[in-house]
């Protein structure tokens, strides 16, 4: 029973939303699934809400080693939490003045607004950034040109980050017109549209076939491992 | 030396360039904000006559304005210092070398930064799921009326079958709830399993009509593509470019299929296979070089965007958006003069 019910509800959830392309009649009900869908899909986010308190504050009742940042943490979740639902320093809005509500929730001068601003896109942006001393460093350490594999992986990261330069154009700015295929600019742009789409539609194209066949195994209830093997 | 003095003696010479800095032309790293007057007339309805709301908005200027601003009248009240604004200004900068001190090794001021991150971004992501999606989808059709007074006034009234599922979808969401509580965790496979069996509908539909088929048809291309000149369609083919077009095409094609052969392990990569395999890593190779060029780039802009907040929104060092009046290169001349 414990295994039976939702194998049955992943089966009708997928068939209605699958029958729901093929047939106009019963576009209505996929879509009202899909509503369903995106609700739980938004609850599910006080699942996580609840997990990292959870996980935080058994940290900090424990004083684990670093129980100062799960405090931090938690503090930042809280204010962030708090300032987003209540919509604290939101302006009204310019359709709706009399509703305090109405405004939007990241408008300028809003406090949620503030944090998205200040605290969370530089940190998320320099962490990404940071990505490009590793990637580089990484590639320092693991690329060596030798074989033929190699040598053309290489050669194609190097024609890329050069044709998209300005030293790529000094480069290759001699080459004749009927040559001007192979001018690094054009011949990256070259790369990028003859190479590098063959090579990412095959995997794409082996994705689709993956996808298709791991959820054609769910929706036919072959594949249950998505339920886990405990009780 | 040990970790943590080297921490002191960075933390003490960025303080140090910092002062110094603040102390040159016009300082560093302040914000303001112009005054915006809003009024909005509203009409009478059942609820309340008509009336003009009025209020005041903070919107951020460039320092440019405000010192022209001030120049001209220095008792305006237009532009203004925006201590919110400056204070996260300071924050921004702190949180990016923060992260940054990361290259060097871990510390306190990364781990504080990550606390950080991963407290606002969950609740981040949670106000968004909240009030794009569950006050406008649920509450909107559980508690219309106090949606509509409240928030959305122009929110339609839900119809019974929406009602209906968004009980049906408030049900799951507690379902799925109940994996926090120690007992009965099991129910919340139920929403698990609906969320599953959607996910795995949408994806064949879209898959295969996005990805697979989309991709399929996109490859059959004319292998000889002719190229007409622009200024005159009778002159015939255009021969480089109709070379370089048609060129592009027939490796377009072989090489989808020789990767694809690759990716097909019910045959051995053995004869004809074989080659065509061995071929098809040579694309997957070049496909991987340019990824990884791509890749690389990406960082590098974003790391540069980076760069450029510290040295023009923080440091105030450069001003490639003519933000501000007198640079700092013409402070420190007239210093020096």
């Known amino acids: ?231 | 030396m040990k970790p943590s003095k080297t921490w002191v003696i960075v933390v003490a010479v960025i303080v140090v360039l910092v002062g110094i800095r603040m102390t040159i032309g016009q300082g560093m790293a302040r914000a303001y904000v112009e005054r915006v007057d809003q009024s909005v007339e509203v009409k009478a309805n059942d609820i309340h006559g008509a009336s003009t709301e009025k209020w005041t908005e903070w919107h951020p200027v460039a320092p440019k304005k405000f010192e022209a601003a001030q120049k001209a009248d220095p008792s305006q009240t237009k532009f203004a210092f925006s201590w919110a604004n400056t204070i996260g200004l300071w924050l921004a900068a702190f949180f990016t070398l923060a992260i940054f001190s990361f290259l060097y090794r871990d510390n306190p001021g990364y781990r504080l930064a990550e606390a950080v991150i991963i407290g606002v971004s969950a609740a981040y992501w949670g106000v968004i799921g909240f009030w794009d999606t569950l006050v406008p989808k649920l509450f909107g059709a559980l508690t219309p009326n106090l949606i509509h007074d409240q928030v959305l006034p122009s929110l339609p009234a839900p119809t019974t079958g929406q009602v209906v599922a968004m009980y049906f979808a408030l049900a799951l969401g507690l379902m799925l709830l109940m994996r926090l509580a120690p007992k009965g965790g099991w129910i919340s496979l139920w929403p698990i399993a609906f969320i599953i069996g959607v996910t795995a509908g949408l994806k064949i539909v879209s898959h295969v009509e996005s990805d697979l088929v989309a991709q399929s048809i996109a490859t059959f291309k004319p292998l000889v593509q002719p190229i007409v000149s622009p200024e005159s369609a009778q002159s015939g083919w255009m021969l480089w470019p109709t070379i370089w077009a048609s060129l592009a095409n027939i490796l377009l094609v072989i090489g989808v299929l020789c990767c694809l052969t690759y990716f097909f392990f019910s045959v051995e990569h053995k004869g004809v296979a074989g080659r065509a395999a061995r071929v098809g890593i040579m694309y997957l190779m070049i496909t991987f070089g340019a990824a990884f060029g791509f890749t690389v780039m990406g960082r590098v802009a974003l790391l540069a965007a980076r760069i450029e907040f510290l040295f023009d929104d923080w440091l105030w060092l450069i001003d490639p958006a003519g933000k501000r009046i007198v640079e700092v290169a013409s402070a420190i001349g007239s210093m020096l003069c």
């Open chain 1, 1 to 231: 029973m414990k295994r039976l019910v939702p194998m049955w509800i992943a089966i009708i959830a997928g068939f209605v939303m699958l029958l729901s392309t093929f047939f106009p009649i019963t576009e209505s009900l996929g879509e009202t699934v899909g509503e369903i869908f995106n609700v739980v899909a938004a609850i599910a986010f006080v699942l996580g809400a609840g997990s990292l308190a959870k996980v935080n504050l058994a940290k900090i009742s424990r004083r684990d080693q670093g129980w100062g940042y799960a405090a931090i943490t938690l503090i930042c979740f809280a204010i962030t939490l708090v300032v987003g639902l209540g919509k604290i320093g939101v302006p009204q809005s310019t359709q709706f003045p009399l509703l305090g509500w109405s405004g939007e929730k990241d408008a300028e001068g809003s406090i949620f607004g503030w944090i998205y601003e200040f605290a969370l896109v530089p940190i998320t942006s320099t962490m990404f950034a940071l990505l490009a001393f590793y990637v580089a460093s990484a590639a320092f350490r693991a690329f060596r040109a030798k074989n033929l594999e190699a040598i053309l992986l290489l050669s194609t990261a190097f024609i890329v980050l050069l044709g998209r330069t300005f030293a790529g154009v000094v480069l290759t700015g001699w080459l004749p017109d009927w040559a001007s295929g192979l001018r690094l600019e054009n011949f990256s742009v070259y790369i990028m549209q003859v190479f590098n789409t063959a090579g990412n539609r095959a995997i794409i194209i082996g994705i689709a076939l993956g996808v298709t066949a791991t959820s054609l195994r769910i929706l036919l209830g072959v594949d249950r491992s998505w339920m886990g093997s405990g009780d």
